[in-house]
């Protein structure tokens, strides 16, 4: 997906590198690391660890849900819910064909929950038809048939660029599920992006979901950990399935504090890399180029989709150029990106990357563009 490079030595030779290959990269700030050390302690599994009791308290709180859980990553947060939601035998669960869920988690659903996923076309904006949704909701399955058991959605849409659902399209969802007495899980990893992109309180975002987690570790730059939301029922069962995952923590609190620094400082704060995501986006619609494409319509979070003609550039090529230090870079600067697919490069914003960054990076991707422009003239 990308190359490594030896960044120490690229720093001792005064090269700036701009890390965009995704806000999973992120450190935790200053005031993290000082409340980490500071953090009240206990061993989470006999229920005796303040800071995470009070991380789950907020965060339940912050979403307005009955009861949360911190846990150890995204993945581990949409397995449980999974798990939790689609206990028994035979289950199905319906989701975006382009969910992180379905594609990027190892197949979990399948490999470990033992839950079979019937997958719906996504639209570019991350929905998907709410008609195929109700064509593809087993109704009475006779015995041939999976059980039709939960519907996944998520928020932003990672593969669709960081595109924020519509609050009409959710609520379109949850009335259907609600019809058919089904549950619908968020996965809403980046979900306060979402929040903030819409000036709306993160509750509502979540308002027609029953379960939804979010990720500490991405943009609210904390080290590591995730939060799953619901009903109280739903968090008793889900802290027996993260038991038997092996996810029961001991003395967590050292982690949660910088979680609960997250949701103090970090959320109101992303709209800074939203803009950052957006200057990016608008350096490389101003070249107008034949060869790259950018849909500024579409840049709505933290994350900037670059589209190439895959007939004559490479992925590889291209992340490698950016990242090579060129004779012609002004300053010198190394730009790290992340490739989805075979036509496109993601570059994602989060806290680390500064005006100075961006505004390097932008004469970087420009000139990495005016080259292959001028390289494949009349090809
Ligand atoms: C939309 C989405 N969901 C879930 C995850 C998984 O999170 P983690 O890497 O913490 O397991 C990611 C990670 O990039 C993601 O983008």
Known sequence: MYEKINLDQLHNSGVRVVDLRSDT????????????????????????DPTVAELERRAAEILEKEEA??????TMANLIAIMVHCNQRGSEIISGDHGHTFKF????????????????????????????????????????EPI????????????????????????KV??????????????????????VYLKVPPSRIVKDVDSVCFCLSKGLGCPVGAILAGTSTFIDKARRVRKALGGGWRQAGIIA?????????????????????????????AMHSTNFKVDLQTVQTNIVLMYFDKTK???????????TVLKTDRVKCSVRSMSLNHDCVRFTLY????????????EKIQLVIREYDELLKGY
């Not at 859980?69 to 995204?74: D, E, L, N, R």
């Not at 929950?113 to 998907?128: C, M, P, Q, R």
């Not at 996944?152 to 399209?169: A, D, F, R, S």
């Not at 550039?313 to 990242?323: A, E, G, K, P, Y």
Request: glycine share 8%; hydrophobic share 40%.
């Open 25 to 48: 990269v992120s450190k935790p700030t200053p005031e993290m690391r000082e409340a980490m050390y500071r953090a009240p302690v206990g061993d989470d599994v006999y229920g005796e």
């Open 69 to 74: 859980i911190f846990v150890a990553s995204g």
């Open 105 to 144: 988690e190892q197949g979990g659903t399948a490999q470990i929950a033992g839950v079979h996923t019937a997958v719906i076309k996504n639209n570019e904006d991350g929905t998907f038809s709410i008609e195929d949704l109700r064509k593809k909701i087993r109704k009475n399955p006779d015995f041939h």
């Open 148 to 171: 039709s058991s939960l519907i996944i959605v998520e928020n932003t849409h990672n593969l669709c660029g960081g595109k924020v659902l519509p609050l009409e399209w959710l609520e």
């Open 174 to 195: 949850h009335n259907l599920a609600e019809e058919h007495h089904l549950p619908v899980h968020m996965d809403g990893a980046r979900m306060m992006n979402a929040a």
């Open 257 to 285: 504090a910088a979680g609960l620094v997250a949701l103090d400082t970090m959320i109101e704060r992303l709209q800074e890399d939203h803009d950052h995501a957006y200057q990016i986006a608008k350096a490389i619609y």
């Open 313 to 323: 550039i490479t992925v590889q090529d291209l992340q490698r150029r950016l990242q």
């Open 351 to 362: 806290w680390g990357i500064s005006d100075e960054d961006v505004t390097v990076a932008c």
